[in-house]
């Protein structure tokens, strides 16, 4: 066998690998982007579902904003029908905005047809009759006959009386157009509602359903209603073309039972792909020829120690080194470009093998988080039982050792103690938005002063941040989640329009407003009230700016930078909570935002004094107590007993119920809402209803992600938090059982 034969078999067994293992990388490139595909449609749908969600919350803001002008409190039909025909051409989105009467009837509308129309048929008019907040629903507009998403909002009095319903009715066919051209054609967008309604239909020629026609009873239906199903669906037409259709995800929509799908024909899929991998593959096979044909005609040039590197590198490869390099110099010709060509190859799945790693590193961090999240529910409503059991325990031992001052007291911060920690669980679940928010009799300044290390993160060193707190806020109602997300909101506005560095400022202090002082509405609203200001040293704004700084939408940052609903988020918060918001800015001489919430009518009352036993209202009735927690269940048995209650007790749904059946008197149901066996608290509650009416019902948890609906459906139910102190108890205990029956 000759030299040169032997070398081109040496140079093939060297290409060996790196040659599979270059077309495994194509075979895995071709999988990759058909996966990337599918993601992608899946990733479409959400986006649109996204943008949706966002017109939505737009929507809102809007009717928040419209609520409370003076043009729509006027009874006068065509000078409301004009300032809703002037709203709509800025809004061209809408198809229309109309009112309606609470009697069903419509009032006036921005088409200005003067007709009369009875809506009380429906869905959204009954829902907004009971809500207080927006309520959403996909229909075909009877003004219009196009298919929309109906977003009403029901305007109530300062004393809760609905005085008209707000509704615009959101293009769906219009929103559809704009997202398939901007796809480029590639992908068809489908919108039906939870009845197979078709609302838009795919313009394509996969698609044989029209505007208006059910698809009730298909896959497709299925799939896109089913809670938690497959990623994607392939639906093949009577012709037997086949597409590929993935469901957004979107709970808000969902739950307005719309349903936005994206699909794609399954040819065109995979087509790119295939033909990526032919190209791939080729491109190969031509590489390795002209490398072998190169390596033949010199194989007699300078070929002993140039294979034998190479067979050396081919070895190291071969046993999964791919930190292996044929080291310089190189020869010239073809020989040395495939010793580059083998190092580049090796280089490329060296770094291919660690970003492999690194993504199973993040996938592996990724799963920590997600578990811990998943663990913050259940490890909440522990805890806080623990706390419950702790906390009147402790109040007990304050009790008992009432003489003895060193002991009474170390009660008593044990007590404390545990009133914090059931804080840091409220404040971590808030954070992580794993429960409802609600607002609390609070201290702003010390909640700012908490909030210090969070609200200096993000601003750099290049900014200076300095904090002027007044020792004594009058109290507060707040949400104190929104507040942290509201002050969040503004240090990063600030620190947007300081990238050189400049100085931040936050204030809390008392005030009180006159006729005089304005909020950026021109409205006065004078009263009492604590104080938050966020003063930057920044560009500032012109008048102009600073005059529609708080609309929905809008922006001065590039596009992508920002959505515009920071400020006007901000501004609904403060509002919603009964205050005012003030802002004054300049150009080049920065800005200060003024967050302005009432001041509580009632001060907190003194803590009682340490040797002076808490008196709670007390009873004679019979109560059931359902608690799975049988350290808890003790606890709250013994402290109904010593409020004069008489007590029974159960540990799990069933055994309540079976306990009901029976012919004892039972005044009320104190019920745990979590609780293992299959039956939570609200369906023991609506059973319990059901078995004897009129029976009082009051909730307990420690840990609830969503809001407690009373067993009736009328508005939630009255819950006790845990943990909760004997004079909390003693006093909703009494409230519940003198409550009016429903």
Known sequence: MSLRTRLLILVIAAMLVPASLVGLRFMQNRTSEINAALANLAASADEIASDLSEKIQGTAQLHYGLARARDLDTRDKAACSAFLSDVREEYPQFTGIL????????????????????????????????????????????????????????????????????????????????????????????????????????????????????????????????????????????????????????????????????GRSKDGLVAAANRRLHEDMAILAVASLLLLAGVWILATVSVGRQVGRLATMAKRLGLGDLSARIPLPHPRGELGGLMTLLNGTAESLEQQRAAIADLNQKLSQSQKMEAMGQLTGGVAHDFNNLLTIILGNSEHLADRLAGNKELHRIAGDIATAAERGSDLTRSLLAFARKQPLRPRDIDIGEKVHEMEPLLRRPLGEHIECSFALEPQVWPTSVDPGQLTTALLNLVLNARDVMPLGGRLTIAVHNASLGESDLDVNGEPRAGDYVMVAVTDTGSGMTAEVASRAFEPFFTTKEVGKGTGLGLSMVYGFVRQSGGVVQMQSEPGQGSVVRLFFPRLATPRSEPSSPAKRIVAPDGSETILVVEDDDMVRAYVENELKALGYRVIAASNGPAALELLRGSGDIDLLFTDVVMP???????????????????????????TQNPVKAPDGAGDARVLTKPFRRRDLAAVLRSALSAPSR
């Open 677 to 703: 066996g299959g039956m939570f608290g609200p369906e023991l509650a609506r059973q319990a209803t059901q078995l004897r009416p009129g029976l009082k019902v009051l909730f307990t948890s420690g840990y």
């Open 99 to 262: 009112t309606i009467d609470p009697d069903g009837s419509l009032f006036c509308d921005s088409l200005r047809t003067n007709r009369t129309l009875d809506l009380r048929d429906r869905a959204y008019f009954k829902q907004a009759l009971v809500s207080h907040g927006v309520v959403l629903e996909p229909v075909f507009g009877r003004l219009t006959g196009i298919s929309v998403l109906q977003i009403a909002y029901p305007v109530r009095s300062e004393a809760g009386a609905l005085k008209l319903i707000l509704l615009a009715s959101f293009n769906l066919r219009k929103f559809a157009e704009y997202h398939h051209k901007r796809l480029l054609g590639e992908k068809e967008v489908l919108l039906i509602d939870g009845k197979g309604t078709v609302l838009v239909a795919p313009s394509g020629a996969g698609w044989a359903e029209p505007v208006g026609a059910s698809i009730a009873g298909s896959d497709l239906l299925r799939f896109a209603t089913a809670p938690g199903q497959k990623a994607f669906q392939e639906v093949t037409d009577r012709e037997g073309r086949t597409q590929v259709w993935a469901v957004a995800r979107s709970p808000s929509t969902r739950d307005a039972g719309l349903y936005v799908l994206v």
